[in-house]
């Protein structure tokens, strides 16, 4: 196995995070790897401790530039990249050690485009396995299957929706090896700004990706560690005009759907996306430092927004758990006090998790 690895870092502020992060990367024991870090405009010490490592490592590539944001960050490390696979991870993430040679086991016997592979959580005090990503620990997805794929970075459809936690379970790039060249053979495959369209840049990338997916590996070994302790991270903070942004997504979804001359399977799986969003869009809402009053506007605001309005009336909720369908039928039926009240219990449940 001499193929090279390329793993692409954004770095920002996560100083404290960065040398166990690096460490991790550093010491893989598949050694044939070149670590891509990107610092993007960091206002801590990331640069000194990327210089540091690249001076001892000369596998550690280090581009320092003013903050774009991840989306710049990752799009200009792909033009670099020169590996026949790539990885991504965060700068305040890590890997288990064997991660890169267990995905070239994989890759090397199976010929896949795409490996999938589980991850761990990691909060303060406790760690936890993400599990129930796929129901078997190993899969081979053939060409009818990878379809399948593809459509669920649309949205899900059927039974997917049976536990909405794992709706976008599949979705990070973090947990996949790419094939290279299928990403430098089709520019259309590239991470679109959060600023633009939400939370879902990775999904969206993984959406134009398997399009070119034709066979898909996953296995359940738990190869990345996700911290859920950064408080700094874009998933934890609240977001202004989220509403818009997540429209614009899903009018990207729509548009690329509409293009490329896809079923009804990825316009339902749309109208499901939509629809389950109001979770995300509502607990963003309990996030904001405003009054109870303001997030009930708000929220009130979503509801009877007509997309929502329509994509809730068409959603399936039969498979779900009854907590899940109660939330759901208060939505369809607009009791937003209701909702609101069900909002700030999951808050504090997700606190808790």
């Known amino acids: 196995m001499n193929q090279k690895i390329s793993i692409i870092v954004p770095v920002y502020n996560v100083e404290q995070y960065l040398r166990q992060s690096l460490d991790s990367l550093v010491n893989q024991t598949y050694r044939n790897i070149e670590i891509i870090t990107i610092n993007d405009g960091s206002p801590d010490h990331c640069i000194d401790i990327l210089r540091e490592y690249a001076a001892k490592d000369e596998r550690v590539v280090v581009i320092d530039k003013k903050n774009e944001g991840v989306a710049a960050a990752r799009n200009d490390a792909m033009k670099v990249a020169t590996g026949d696979y790539l990885m991504f991870a965060d700068g305040d993430d890590w890997l288990e050690l064997n991660a890169c040679e267990r995905l070239m086991e994989v890759m090397q016997e199976y010929h896949p485009d795409v490996v999938m592979y589980s991850y761990y959580r990691e909060y303060a005090d406790k760690t936890l396995e993400k599990n129930n990503i796929f129901p078997e620990d190993f ?164 509801l009877v927004e007509p997309r929502y309005r329509m994509a809730i009336k068409k959603f399936d909720t039969h498979l779900m758990p009854f907590y899940w369908r109660f939330f759901f039928f208060c939505c369809r039926l607009r009791w937003t006090f209701a909702v609101c009240c069900l909002l700030g219990i999951i808050k504090i449940l997700k606190s808790k998790i």
């Open 139 to 302: 899969i081979i997805f053939d060409e009818a299957q990878c379809r399948q794929l593809h459509r669920r970075h649309a949205g899900a459809v059927g039974e997917e929706l049976a536990h909405p936690e794992n709706f976008d379970a599949i979705c990070s790039l973090c947990t996949k090896l790419f094939r290279a060249d299928i990403i430098r053979e089709h520019k259309e495959i590239y991470y679109i700004d959060n600023k633009i369209i939400g939370t879902y840049g990775d999904g969206l990338m993984n959406l134009f990706y398997y399009k070119y997916v034709h066979k898909a590996v996953f296995i359940g070994d738990h190869l990345y560690h996700y911290r859920k302790t950064n408080e700094t991270s874009v998933t934890t903070a609240y977001k202004k005009d989220f509403p818009k942004r997540w429209g614009n997504l899903f009018d990207i979804i729509a548009k690329y759907i509409e293009d490329n001359h896809l079923g009804d399977d990825f316009k339902d799986g749309l109208s499901n996306r939509i629809a389950i969003s109001i979770v995300g869009l509502g607990l963003n809402e309990m996030h904001a430092e405003t009054s109870f009053s303001s997030k009930y506007k708000k929220v009130k605001a979503i």
